[in-house]
């Protein structure tokens, strides 16, 4: 898999490359490290430079590491909860074709969030970034979880309420690691 070109197929022709991943043969370690670090890594260079441009550079350090580990860690959650999901949408419980939506539908937010460093334009980039991923997840449901079309707007909800939550508890949990180390 050429990252360039998976990246570039979801963001321009996103139901043809859910075909491809859906087909795709890999294990979730070779998911992880050839596509999910990579383009986690792109977002957390936007939180650095964001930071770095604050002129504080272990706030920037602490922002990009926190942005890498929590894409890391809501991957996973998300592609878990996906799992448990799928039978009440019609779907079969398939971890690795879980994963594989987990991994891929953030790709926008990703690549947008590396300009979160620009005032103003980068916020809106970045949730335009994110609002794209959540499409992104309603258009890999049938093709990679074989959830059935009729199906797939709620099915969408539900990894969207879920991915909220997750990303609430998580932000909760590192904010408090960062009141601690800096208090």
């Not at 197929?9 to 859906?22: D, R």
């Not at 959540?134 to 909800?157: C, H, N, S, W």
Request: proline residues 5%; aromatic residues 12%.
């Amino acid at each position: 898999m050429d990252i360039v070109a998976r990246a570039k197929g979801m963001l321009l022709t996103p139901a043809q490359e859910w075909s491809a991943v859906a087909a795709e043969s890999t294990d979730v370690a070779t998911l992880f490290r050839s596509y999910v670090m990579p383009l986690a890594g792109v977002s957390a260079l936007g939180a650095f430079l964001a930071g770095l441009f604050s002129g504080m550079i272990g706030f920037a350090i602490a922002s990009a590491i926190i942005t890498f580990v929590m894409a890391l860690i809501s991957v996973f959650v998300i592609g878990k909860i996906a799992e448990i999901l799928a039978p009440n949408f019609g779907a079969p419980q398939d971890s690795l074709a879980a994963m594989k939506l987990a991994a891929h539908a953030p790709t926008a937010a990703w690549i947008a969030g590396f300009f979160a460093f620009v005032p103003i334009l980068g916020g809106l980039i970045a949730l335009a970034g994110g609002i794209y991923s959540l499409y992104l997840y309603y258009l890999g449901g049938p093709p990679v979880m074989r959830v059935p079309q009729d199906k797939a707007l709620m099915f969408t909800i539900a990894i969207v309420v879920v991915a909220i939550v997750v990303y609430a508890v998580l932000a909760i949990f590192v904010g408090g690691l960062i009141v601690r180390a800096f208090i």
